[in-house]
């Protein structure tokens, strides 16, 4: 079943990106997109460190890249993929942008995230760092929002009928991306976009702070306000 498109238009949208993956400049300084393929094979052939930074630039065509200041936190999802790494509506073999319409889901999906690793790994306590990127999204999206048709979808745990929908969605509909219900915050929503123009650029906002105890997260906090707070 292919959901129906619907026009999306929220002022805001909130990305919560760990802080320890600094901006690519290649995608804030050189003004036409179709000249990162050259420009970055150059770099790398005197740096290997640029290859590992820049990413596959080439799974995103040039029509569908953004440039300038702020660009690579839309750039980096959709060049930094690995089947590794796979996410709700990704098998890894391609990038998604997702943010939520609001700062509890970004919050509640990136902690949910976190600790499922640190879990899975076995980390010692300590803590991680988080950066909010704020943007806006005005943009025709395949629609989830209305149940139960979608249940599979949206699955807490399994991905696998997200996964089947979106790459049939990308490759065989053309689509801009997905809106959903959060699945982590259930009152507010999520996009899933398949490319970076969708989404835009967005701006660096809050640094968040997550504190893993060696069982789980039990606080974050804004810095600036370092007020401990404790997890939706």
Not at 9 to 31: C, G, K, M, Q
Not at 71 to 80: G, L, R, T, V
Not at 120 to 144: C, I, K, M, N
Request: charged share 25%.
């Amino acid at each position: 079943m292919i959901p129906d498109l619907t026009r999306v238009r929220w002022p805001h949208t909130f990305r919560l990106v760990r802080s320890i993956y600094p901006p690519v400049d290649l995608f804030e300084d050189i003004a036409d997109p179709a000249d990162w393929e050259l420009i970055a094979a150059a770099e790398a052939k005197t740096d290997p460190r640029m290859r590992d930074e820049v990413g596959a630039i080439h799974l995103v065509p040039p029509e569908r890249r953004v440039s300038g200041p702020g660009a690579s936190w839309a750039m980096a999802p959709f060049c930094h993929v690995s089947r590794d790494r796979p996410s709700r509506f990704s098998d890894g073999t391609y990038g998604v942008y997702y943010a939520g319409d609001r700062f509890e889901v970004a919050l509640a999906e990136t902690l949910f995230h976190f600790q499922h690793f640190m879990s899975a790994t076995a980390e010692e306590p300590s803590t991680a760092d988080y950066r909010e990127l704020v943007g806006r999204l005005d943009a025709d999206l395949h629609d989830l929002r209305a149940p139960p048709a979608f249940t599979a979808e949206l699955d807490a745990n399994d991905y696998a009928a997200a996964q089947s929908l979106s790459r049939a969605l990308r490759n065989g509909h053309a689509s801009n991306g997905i809106v959903y219900p959060s699945v982590r915050h259930p009152a507010g929503e999520a996009v899933a976009a398949f490319w970076p123009d969708v989404v835009g650029i967005p701006v660096q906002a809050r640094r968040i702070c997550y504190r893993w105890d060696g069982r789980r997260v039990d606080a974050w906090l804004t810095y600036g306000d370092d007020q401990w707070q404790s997890p939706p």
